[in-house]
Structures are given as structure tokens and as C-alpha cells.
């Protein structure tokens, strides 16, 4: 995805003995979570240790929570998640649906982007956690001769726990490079027209499939505690504010769509409604047939493969409910591919008209 194609230069007015550098190009470098090397224990152990260590996911002092992680929780906890990630993983390439999913993205931004400015961009992909990591994919656009790089986290909607630590990173990256290319960000696009029209077919394509109507649309967002809302954190307010303007668009009354929050962790109160819990009281109210999607995904992964068409869909069917329909995340479908370059084209503007 990296393109090799510059070539190394004395800059303007140098020194015959001015060591070459490459420069010239503008970086795109697209950012998910990230994902365990492997299922097995010390794989998944190392990638949990990553994740819960960082602060912006669980900020509790360290001197209290680190020894609990590392004694306890992670003497489990990688066993039982690496279950769940077997479960799912792509067995073919070695790999979990996440990687696939963002590599199969980033080939098919990497086209467009080649559509549009030629050979003046390049496109690659990083991860918060794991391989490949941001730092390593930082210096490698700049040694390919990046002046400037637009890091694109593809979390929809802001959230400390997910855009501003990918965000953190790419600034951690940054600092170890002796000349830094400019640098930008991409604001969160939860209520983009062309992201909310994406949402929206994705729906009607798969209601217009599917062998019964379902009675409501549960919208579930990842979860984060209340006490992050309570702090500032708009996340709870974009995903309603998402869930609305998907709403509006279908043109479907409120009772026909409702928002819940999924992957509750720990003892202390989280955003509600809990997803698992929901979808079993709508069984017991006599909504037998429901339809799940996930709007802060922009790719499936171990919190839509397993929890919701797994552990969700047998919260519903146990209280009672009979069709579960889970609406996949938009993935490399060629509408969030057109949404995402279309946010990408406009935070090149300045750079690459």
C-alpha cells in the first residue's frame, strides 16, 4: 500500500555531500484498534495487556489497577477471549476479521485515492494495539518520503477511549522523528451525510432480504462508563444524535428504532440501556423478530461477530425472541468507502486541491 515510487533527492541549493532524502508525498494513514497477533494465551495476554494498561481506556491509578490486571485478570481473561477470537478468526490468512477487514479497506482507499491525486498520496493502515503499530507505520511513510500525513482514526464518533488515544499515538509516533512531516487529524463524521447514507442502505438492504419485517432496529454502540459522559465525553451524545439522522433518513417512526450500549467492563455503572439486557426485555414485551447493527464500527470484529451474533442474539432468544437479524458493519462496501474518501478529500484541502 506504501508506493515506493519516489526517489531519494538532494534538496534545493544543497551541498554535493548534503546526504538525499525523499520527500514529496502526502500520507493517508488509516487507524482501527487493533488485534491479538494469535488466539492462544501469550498472544492474547500480551494484547489485553496493552489495551487495559492504557489510561484512556481504564484510568484508574495504577498502583491500583496494574496489579490487579496483571495477577488476576490477565491470568484468565486470555483464555476465555481467545475463544471468542477463535470463534471468529479467519483460519485462510492466518489473521482476525478485524486485519482483513481494514487491509481489504485500505487497498480500496488506496484506489480511490490514486483515482483522484495520482501519485501523490499514499494510503496504509495502523493499529492502537498490536501489529502493525502506528509507530512503525509513521516512520515508514516518512522514510517513503511523506511531508505530511492526515491520520484518519475510523471511529465514527469521538470518544477518549477510542479516537484521542489512536490520536496520542500518532503524536507518540511523532516525536521520535527527527523531521516530522505536518500533521492533521480528522474530526469525527457521525453525522456525515454521505456516513449516514451508507448506514441507511445497509438497512434497507437488509430489511428488503430479509423473510420477515423485524418489529425494531436496536442500534448498539460500544459502551463506556457513565462517569466519561459525566467528564465531557460527547460520544453518548454523537451516537444519538447518529441514531436520529438514520431515523430521519429510513423515515420510520421512534418505536421503530431504538439506542443501547454493548461490552459493559467492570463493577461501575456504564451507558444504558445495556445492550444484552435490552434485546431480552423487547423479547418479553412481545417483539419476537429484531434487527442489530453497530454504527461505531467501521469494520467487524470480536465486539460484532461474537458478542452481538453470539452472546446478544442468545439473551434475545432466551427471553423468548425468534428471528435475530444481525445488520453487518459497512466494512469495504463501496458507500463507506465513497463516505470515508469523501472526509479524507476534505481535510486534504490546503495540501492537494
Not at 236 to 258: A, P
Not at 283 to 310: H, R, Y
Request: with cysteine; hydrophobic share 35%; charged share 25%.
Amino acid at each position: 500500500m506504501l508506493d515506493s515510487s519516489a526517489t531519494d533527492a538532494l534538496p534545493e541549493n544543497a551541498p554535493n555531500d548534503h546526504p538525499k532524502v525523499r520527500r514529496g508525498k502526502t500520507g493517508v494513514l488509516l487507524a482501527n484498534l487493533g488485534t491479538p497477533d494469535d488466539y492462544s494465551y501469550w498472544p492474547m495476554r500480551r494484547y489485553l495487556s496493552e489495551f487495559l494498561s492504557d489510561k484512556r481506556v481504564i484510568d484508574y491509578p495504577a498502583w491500583k489497577w496494574q496489579p490487579l490486571l496483571q495477577l488476576i485478570i490477565l491470568t484468565k481473561r486470555p483464555f476465555a477471549s481467545g475463544a471468542a477470537y477463535k470463534s471468529i478468526w479467519n483460519h485462510d490468512k492466518g489473521e482476525s476479521p478485524l486485519m482483513t477487514i481494514t487491509r481489504d479497506q485500505t487497498a480500496k482507499m488506496a484506489g480511490v485515492m490514486a483515482q483522484r491525486y495520482g501519485d501523490q498520496v499514499m494510503v496504509d493502515f495502523c493499529m492502537r494495539y498490536g501489529n502493525p503499530s502506528t509507530k512503525s507505520k509513521v516512520r515508514a511513510m516518512v522514510a517513503a518520503g511523506c511531508e505530511r500525513i492526515l491520520f484518519v482514526p475510523l471511529y465514527p464518533h469521538y470518544a477518549g477511549a477510542t479516537s484521542a488515544t489512536a490520536n496520542d499515538q500518532f503524536f507518540r509516533a511523532l516525536m521520535e522523528e527527527t523531521w516530522q512531516p505536518a500533521a492533521r487529524t480528522i474530526e469525527p463524521y457521525f453525522d456525515d451525510p454521505a456516513y449516514i447514507e451508507a448506514l441507511a442502505r445497509s438497512v434497507e438492504e437488509a430489511y428488503g432480504q430479509a423473510a420477515k419485517r423485524p418489529d425494531i432496529l436496536v442500534v448498539s454502540y460500544h459502551g463506556m462508563p457513565k462517569r466519561y459522559l459525566m467528564q465531557g465525553d460527547p460520544y453518548h451524545c454523537q451516537c444519538q444524535k447518529t441514531t436520529r439522522l438514520l431515523r430521519e433518513r429510513l423515515g420510520w417512526e421512534e418505536t421503530e428504532i431504538t439506542t443501547t450500549f454493548q461490552s459493559v467492563f467492570g463493577p461501575e455503572e456504564w451507558l444504558k440501556p445495556y445492550t444484552v439486557d435490552h434485546v431480552a426485555t423487547l423479547a418479553q414485551e412481545g417483539k419476537k423478530s429484531i434487527a442489530v447493527i453497530a454504527p461505531a464500527f467501521s469494520a467487524d470484529c470480536i465486539e460484532t461477530l461474537e458478542e452481538i451474533n453470539e452472546e446478544i442474539k442468545e439473551s434475545f432468544e432466551e427471553a423468548g425472541g425468534e428471528n435475530f437479524l444481525y445488520i453487518p458493519c459497512l466494512n469495504d462496501d463501496d458507500d463507506h468507502i465513497a463516505a470515508l474518501a469523501g472526509v479524507i478529500e476534505n481535510n486534504l484541502k490546503g495540501w492537494l486541491d
